[in-house]
């Protein structure tokens, strides 16, 4: 399973912008979904996550209400819709994926893509 991050980019606070994973593998419906976050100098972090059957989302409370997660199965694609950016969203973007139920943590992911850069101006 190979995976592929893109849509960051330099915005301003208060802007929006999407990010997109593509997952290559014919079994995509079978997995959890998650993006994460990492800024400079600090570990890499849970944003949000969406299980593979039921479909059900959870996100971390600094995103929740503005970050929307979502993903199209027939497509092998993921999606993250950021509003109302901050300055403290910045970071690499990381898509991943697990064979299981995914989650909040790291470790449970099995698979990772390579990143995309968000950067929100003050």
């Known amino acids: 399973v190979q995976l592929q991050a893109s849509g960051g980019g330099l915005v301003r606070a208060g802007d929006s912008l999407s990010l997109f994973c593509a997952v290559s593998?014919?079994?995509?419906?079978?997995?959890?979904m998650g993006w994460f976050r990492q800024a400079p100098g600090e570990e890499r972090k849970f944003v949000a996550t969406?299980?593979?059957?039921?479909?059900?989302?959870d996100y971390d409370d600094s995103v929740k209400g503005r970050f929307t997660i979502s993903r199209e199965n027939g497509k092998n694609s993921m999606f993250l819709k950021m509003n109302n950016l901050k300055p403290e969203d910045s970071g690499v973007y990381y898509c991943?994926?697990?064979?299981?139920?995914?989650?909040?943590?790291?470790?449970?992911?099995?698979?990772w893509g390579q990143g995309t850069q968000v950067t929100v101006s003050s």
């Open positions: 969406i299980r593979y059957r039921s479909g059900i989302t």
């Open positions: 991943a994926a697990d064979n299981d139920v995914g989650g909040r943590f790291v470790p449970s992911y099995d698979y």
């Open positions: 593998g014919q079994t995509f419906k079978l997995y959890s």
